[in-house]
């Protein structure tokens, strides 16, 4: 069974940074595109980024350009880099991954809260 484990979230002030880590067991991480994706309070799941094995990054509007995803496949480990941190980006951060059987794998989640 894939085990993704998320951490780095936390309290920060508007403008503040935060690097989120998502560290991937028992499968091969080095084939597969990984995602974050959010859910703010009351809305839905938000997709926010994906990186594919090789590096090939894409973002949604709403992060482009503050956020970069990256990848250690020697770690297994993906990471998101959120700079100019602001309170619409308040919501729970997910680490996702879909196998080559299209299960679905989930993160449990990380908290991230921007106020000030």
């Known amino acids: 069974e894939v085990q993704l484990v998320e951490s780095g979230g936390g309290l920060v002030q508007p403008g503040g940074s935060l690097r989120l880590s998502c560290a991937a067991s028992?499968?091969?991480?080095?084939?597969?595109?990984m995602s974050w994706l959010r859910q703010a309070p009351g809305k839905g799941l938000e997709w926010i980024s994906s990186i594919s094995p090789l590096g090939t990054t894409a973002y949604a509007d709403s992060v482009k350009g503050r956020f970069t995803i990256s990848r250690d496949n020697a770690k297994n480990t993906v990471y998101l880099q959120m700079n100019s941190l602001n309170p619409e980006d308040t919501a729970v951060y997910y680490c996702y991954v879909r196998d080559s059987r299209l299960r679905d794998y989930w993160g449990q989640g990380t908290q991230v809260t921007v106020s000030s």
């Open positions: 028992e499968f091969m991480f080095n084939s597969y595109h």
